[in-house]
């Protein structure tokens, strides 16, 4: 099988590193890639919003399935494209379809989702700016804090989590009025705060069964003790101590099997990831937000997990026999503590030159945001590296990682050095 992944950041890496152990596969193509997926497959000099160029690429190398790591070539809806394609629609997409991915491309469709099947979730309210007087009174009559959401994609950065009404105010106003995220707050989502502890959950699906991912936690702050601004994450551990049976039992029966079955009966078209952000308040699982992807770095300690052939998964999902495939996982812990650089998430430089990547026999190293020149390795993005290993027990595995992290360095190199500290 040849097979095209799109994306370049960590998650990406870690997708490549687990296909180009397939038994099926023939020929692994990655754009753009890094530094990193080049040591398993071909990277290609092109965007993953580019369809038109992409399609190019596809019918050139005779590509039989696409793997599409971000989030914002399925909200723009490159399965759409495809299918509309005579020459294409027979090639194998990895991702849900523009209206299914608007299950992260707009938090207001995904509230009314999950209002509709019953799943759990914070209270809410919509806004734009020809609403916004009741906007401002809907924040009058909760308790803070209180949580903002742009309704469009962000860079991550559309939610804000405010302790003063005043200021919650400030920021509705400059969000709907002010474009503070452009287009992405042109409607803005008004949520509850929930009190807990969260995780992330992840299935595979044809649209028709599904298969059920290890569990992970990740860790947004910038800061040890979870403080400072958020990141596009920090580490991440799995499996998560209290996501016990009766925890995942919870999960599966109120959110993950209403969420299939209300896709499904809504005639969604949905084939690839689902990633349920969920918090655990008082030991009941309410959904944050859904992606339509796999989380960074979450990927990187999930997908090491996995023992199944996942080109096999992938080839289910197209194939609408998801159920007919074995996913098993192995039985070790993995944790995956990021490497940064200097100043994110704020302003960094890139350019770095990267040292003892070749020393590191313990841990695997998943390139996010690298590039090659020549032999030598640089810095290229906010977070660099995901130092990612195994261990009999989540303390084995952060050992591991934290020993190989010292053996690599780069000008302004930082990580959190408290990762999985808060379940251990």
């Avoid at 052939?309 to 999902?317: R, Y």
Wanted: proline fraction near 4%.
């Amino acid at each position: 099988m040849k097979v095209l992944l799109l994306g370049s950041g960590g998650r990406e890496h870690a997708l490549a590193w687990k296909i180009a152990q397939s038994s099926i596969l023939d020929e692994l193509f990655i754009a753009p890639g890094n530094a990193g997926t080049k040591k398993h497959g071909k990277n290609v000099d092109l965007s993953p919003t580019d369809f038109d160029g992409i399609k190019e690429f596809v019918i050139a190398q005779q590509i039989d399935m696409v793997i599409v790591g971000p989030e914002e070539p399925l909200v723009n809806g490159i399965y759409d494209y495809f299918q509309a394609d005579e020459q294409l629609k027979k090639v194998g997409i990895i991702g849900p379809s523009k209206f299914g991915a608007q299950l992260e491309g707009s938090k207001d469709f995904a509230k009314a989702f999950m209002a509709r099947h019953a799943i759990p979730t914070a209270k809410y309210g919509t806004f734009t700016a020809e609403t916004i007087t009741q906007g401002l009174s809907f924040l009058d009559a909760m308790k803070g804090p209180y949580v903002l959401k742009a309704d469009g994609l962000a860079a991550g950065k559309g939610v804000l989590i405010l302790s003063d009404l005043d200021e919650a105010k400030s920021e509705l106003k400059s969000m709907l009025l002010d474009e503070k995220f452009g287009a992405a707050s042109s409607k803005v989502v008004i949520e509850q705060f929930l009190d807990g502890i969260e995780l992330s959950v992840f299935v595979l699906t044809d649209g028709e069964s599904f298969k059920l991912l290890p569990e992970a936690k990740d860790y947004k702050r910038i800061g040890e003790g979870d403080t400072g601004l958020n990141t596009g994450g920090m580490g991440a551990i799995s499996p998560v101590p209290f996501a016990d049976a009766s925890f995942m039992d919870k999960v599966h029966n109120r959110i993950i099997v209403p969420t299939i079955k209300g896709l499904k009966s809504e005639k969604i078209t949905y084939k690839g990831f689902v990633f349920f952000g969920l918090i655990s308040v008082k030991g009941d699982p309410y959904v944050i937000e859904y992606n339509c992807r796999m989380g960074d770095p979450e990927t990187e300690v999930v997908i090491p997990r996995l023992k199944s052939d996942i080109l096999d998964l992938f080839e289910g999902v197209a194939s609408n026999t998801l159920s007919e495939r074995d996913i098993q996982f192995i039985d070790k812990s993995a944790a995956t503590v990021m490497m940064v650089s200097g100043g994110y998430p704020g302003e960094y430089e890139k350019g770095k030159s990267i040292f003892g990547l070749n020393s590191i026999v313990d841990s695997i190293v998943f390139h996010a945001g690298t590039s090659a020149d020549g032999p030598s390795v640089l810095t290229s993005g906010g977070r660099v590296l995901a130092v990612t290993s195994y261990g009999k027990n989540l303390e084995a595995a952060l050992e591991k990682s934290y020993d190989s992290i010292s053996k690599i360095n780069y000008d302004g190199a930082y990580y959190r050095k408290d990762i999985g500290q808060d379940v251990r």
